[in-house]
């Protein structure tokens, strides 16, 4: 059964730092990954998706790797903001490919 | 206009009561999904549709009932509310690249 896992639980930094966020997943035979923010008692925004077949995607300060043979995920985020404050979770299909399976995220607290 | 919405954003309710939680999209996505947040135990599927005529149990269905009265329109019922019930409820539609994207959610109490 797939699991995901995100290390660490919670983050905080000052504002300006680069940082990396970690998800590891138990099963590689994953066709992608997406990556969301979720704000406090809000939705989910869907950050970046990563197709297996990339390894890395893009989207302003955000930067997300993908190495499936090591089961390893990381979200890059460059030059961080107290905006950035908010939980970041990552998310795998599961091995039918009907609904996703998400780790239970990071909070990341950027602080001025 | 957000693309995916859901009714009501907050709840209060009583053991026992009926309630329906609505989602409509306007992205035009065959594929949507609920889902509940619980402190502590992430999301977990309740149920999802790949289409009108297609309804599918997920991890967590017991208690819970569906109808996807139209493409856009995907509605969660809970038949007897319990205590238990209570969480952030999250409706979600995805594209044929199963990128998903996530409604606002719902904040459901049951007394």
């Known amino acids: 059964k797939q699991e995901v896992t995100q290390i660490p639980a919670a983050l905080s930094v000052p504002e300006g730092e680069n940082l990396v966020l970690n998800c590891s997943f138990t099963?590689?035979?994953?066709?992608?990954l997406q990556w969301f923010r979720q704000d406090p008692g809000k939705g989910l925004t869907s950050l970046l998706l990563i197709q297996s077949s990339q390894r890395e995607q893009t989207s302003g300060r955000l930067n997300a790797s993908l190495d499936k043979s090591s089961g390893r995920s990381t979200l890059y985020i460059a030059a961080s903001q107290p905006g950035d404050s908010a939980t970041y979770l990552c998310a795998v299909p599961n091995q039918a490919g009907t609904a996703l399976i998400f780790g239970k995220g990071t909070t990341l607290s950027v602080s001025s | 206009d957000a693309d995916v919405t859901q009714t009501p954003r907050n709840r209060i309710t009583k053991t026992g009561k009926r309630i329906m939680l609505e989602c409509s999209q306007t992205k035009g996505h065959d594929r949507m999904y609920w889902y509940r947040q619980d402190p502590g135990l992430g999301l977990r599927l309740i149920y999802y549709s790949f289409d009108v005529k297609d309804i599918n149990k997920g991890e967590i269905s017991d208690g819970y009932s569906v109808s996807r009265q139209a493409q856009a329109k995907f509605s969660l019922s809970l038949e007897s509310a319990i205590p238990n019930q209570t969480a952030l409820y999250f409706c979600a539609t995805s594209d044929l690249l199963n990128e998903q994207f996530f409604g606002p959610g719902t904040r459901l109490t049951v007394l």
């Open positions: 099963d590689s035979a994953i066709y992608n």
